[in-house]
């Protein structure tokens, strides 16, 4: 049997967080309007600066994608002199898809750690009861040597915390840039994704930032983003897979899209999904 690589302990602590956000596709002059609208509010703190540097993710999959379709996305950023390692997965994990519930939530939950290991490890992350049901289902024919880069997110962030109802606390991220292919032949175009995310209190605070943003920008052509972006990334290489790598992005891409969850709910599975 093949030796396992794996980095050394990681430097910092795995942290682990849940992730409840709302993910919709604007334009550069609907972010200008949305931070007018934000200030008019008040109850705002900065959190990056007003013109953010790019933010630089390679993500890494299977030569065939086993991780797309576990639901997983994992990828590693350059913090300075550390760089970090993210995984996102779906909220259970039990279920391989990444679905918005009734109120056009993505649920996930996202693990990371910082070191200055640039290799990518799924085994650095095995320790997190978390991932069981996924360890149950990859660890026996998985091994960090298959993870290879496979496409880069070139996005510029800026991070607004908003006090909302409830005591809680709504983070809109303003991403602007690009999904781009390793060799930098292609990408995508210029992407304007705003995400708003629960960072602290009552899920009332989010749907409450929800109702108020679609009823003022829902008009003027705000909408759900259709697809994330770690879809958009694989999209770029769909020209080049082979029949084994097509087959498999087109089931992750089936499963994880609202036309699938609306076939499943009218097939009156929609209890699985949630359970």
Same mark, same amino acid.
């Given at each position: ?6 980095? +050394? ?44 540097? %790019? %933010? ?33 997965? +779906? ?8 679905? +918005? ?18 290799? +990518?490890?799924?085994? $650095?992350?095995? @320790?997190? $009861? ?36 409830? @005591? ?49 920008? @829902? ?27 097509? $087959? ?14 609306? $076939? ?5 599975? @929609? ?5």
């Amino acid at each position: 049997m093949s030796k396992i690589n794996t980095l +050394p302990k990681p430097v910092t602590k795995i942290e682990e967080s849940p992730e409840p956000e709302i993910q919709y596709a604007a334009t550069a002059e609907l972010f200008a309007e949305i931070h007018q609208w934000l200030e008019a509010r008040g109850g705002n703190k900065q959190k990056t600066a007003r013109e953010p540097e %790019d %933010d630089v993710a390679t993500y890494y999959d299977t030569h065939n994608y086993r991780l797309l379709r576990e639901g997983i996305e994992y990828r590693i950023k350059n913090k300075g002199h550390m760089m970090r390692h993210d995984m996102k997965l +779906p909220f259970d994990p039990s279920n391989r898809e990444v679905l +918005p519930d009734e109120n056009d939530i993505l649920w996930r939950t996202e693990l990371k750690f910082k070191t200055k290991e640039v290799k +990518p490890s799924l085994m $650095a992350f095995w @320790g997190q $009861a978390l991932l069981n049901p996924v360890k149950e289902r990859l660890q026996r024919r998985f091994f960090d040597k298959e993870l290879h880069p496979q496409f880069l997110s070139i996005f510029s962030k800026e991070k607004i915390d908003h006090n909302a109802v409830c @005591g809680s606390r709504v983070e809109y991220s303003f991403q602007t840039g690009h999904m781009e292919s390793i060799a930098r032949s292609k990408r995508t175009p210029t992407l304007h994704i705003l995400e708003i995310e629960l960072r602290k209190g009552d899920l009332k605070g989010l749907l409450s930032e929800k109702a108020a943003l679609e009823a003022e920008f @829902g008009p003027k052509g705000l909408v759900l983003l259709p697809q994330r972006k770690v879809i958009m990334g694989f999209e770029l290489l769909s020209d080049d897979m082979t029949a084994k790598q097509a $087959a498999s992005f087109r089931d992750a891409k089936i499963r994880n899209t609202r036309a699938y969850a609306a $076939a499943i709910e009218e097939a009156g599975f @929609g209890a699985r999904l949630a359970a």
